[in-house]
């Protein structure tokens, strides 16, 4: 192999991390924002700065594609991690397709459930009568938060040779 393709092919693995990287930090954004969006249309459903239901299955939806995004990244990302030559820090992808498709799953619930939300009133009332919204909700901020943590510590491993 000469220099030039290794460069390359050194070059295309950053990028496919970058791209992953960015990809799921975007999921993250969006599901933080659709949840910051939801606790302030609950304290003030009057003021016109709130957010609508609407707009809060908006940031849920951008949440999913961005999720459905990441995982074709992150698989990208692996075919490239896996034909590096040299030493490469090995990597459980299994467990980051299990945390991102996890969370996945539990969006898609999530936006399910809001289709059933009529108003902005009594919206706490409607989250609290309904346990699936407490399960989904905590479910996938777990989920999204361990897929972080994974990302952080595959960073430290392959960085800071500190191992996961």
């Known amino acids: 192999m000469n220099m030039t393709s290794y460069e390359e092919m050194f070059d295309e693995y950053v990028k496919s991390s970058a791209a992953y990287c960015a990809s799921l930090f975007e999921a ?24 609508t239901i609407h707009s809060i299955q908006e940031y849920f939806e951008t949440c999913k594609i961005s999720l459905i995004k990441t995982i074709d990244l992150l698989r990208t990302f692996q075919e490239i991690h896996t034909t590096i030559p040299g030493e490469q820090v090995e990597v459980d992808f299994a467990q980051q397709y299990f945390y991102i498709k996890k969370t996945l799953s539990c969006v898609e619930q999530i936006i399910q459930l809001f289709s059933t939300v009529r108003d902005d009133k009594n919206l706490q009332q409607q989250i609290w009568d309904n346990d699936d919204f407490t399960t989904y909700f905590t479910t996938s901020a777990d989920s999204i938060s361990q897929a972080i943590i994974w990302q952080c510590n595959f960073a430290k491993r392959a960085n800071l040779d500190e191992s996961i």
């Open 28 to 51: 993250t954004e969006y599901f933080f924002k659709a949840n910051a969006a939801l606790e302030a249309t609950i304290v003030s459903t009057n003021t016109a700065k709130t957010s």
